[in-house]
């Protein structure tokens, strides 16, 4: 469903004029339609070797996705927590053909992301956002559990915290439309 969910989120939008951006986003877009979802299987905190001397490979990457074909999705989950160094091209040197999802709050890019690394695998990274990609996915995920009340709470509550963790709750646009209301009232 996660997949899903994302492949429509980032279906290409024709009015961008980067088309440099198009194309890359595309190419992954492809990687994800030809992963086979129904046999995929997630692994957190996947090993994949020891951190060698030039640190080009090895580490632990926060979720791996496989499926039945050994394609693979990689997922760095970055919530106020720096980029190790070139963490990015050990899971690339890892499996040149994954998909390489950077999730960050605002969907902003890697730290110490050089020319020469973005060059070399910018075909296979995509940023995605808890902000907004994630948050329409935990409210899809709410509407197709409304039939099971522990897991549809349970993503309700994890959904308030995402939503908290963006400014988006309800307590922060209070505090911003209250802020509002009283600097126009002061002017």
């Known amino acids: ?3 899903k969910q994302i492949l429509i ?3 290409p939008d024709k009015s961008v004029e980067s088309t ?3 194309t890359e986003e595309t190419n992954i877009i492809e990687k994800l339609k030809n992963f086979d979802i129904e046999s995929s299987a ?6 994949i070797g020891p951190i060698n001397a030039d640190k080009t490979e090895g580490g632990r990457i926060d979720i791996l996705i496989s499926d039945k074909n050994k394609k ?3 997922i760095e989950n970055k919530i106020y927590a720096g980029d190790q160094e070139k963490q990015l091209l050990r899971y690339y040197n890892f499996d040149k053909n994954a998909p390489l999802l950077f999730l960050t709050l605002y969907g902003t890019d890697p730290e110490d ?3 020469e690394e973005k ?5 296979n990274l995509l940023k995605i956002s808890y902000y907004d990609i994630i948050c329409r996915w935990l409210e899809m995920c709410r509407k197709e559990a409304a039939q099971m009340p522990l897991l549809r709470e349970g993503i309700s509550h994890y959904l308030n915290l995402v939503k908290y963790l963006t400014n988006q709750s309800t307590s922060v646009t209070m505090n911003r439309e ?5 600097s126009q009232s002061l002017n």
């Open 1 to 3: 469903m996660f997949i």
């Open 9 to 11: 989120e980032l279906e």
């Open 20 to 22: 440099a951006l198009i």
């Open 42 to 47: 997630a692994s957190v905190e996947h090993y």
């Open 72 to 74: 693979r999705i990689v």
């Open 113 to 115: 992301f050089s020319k």
């Open 119 to 123: 060059n070399q695998f910018r075909n």
């Open 178 to 182: 209250i802020s509002n209301v009283i």
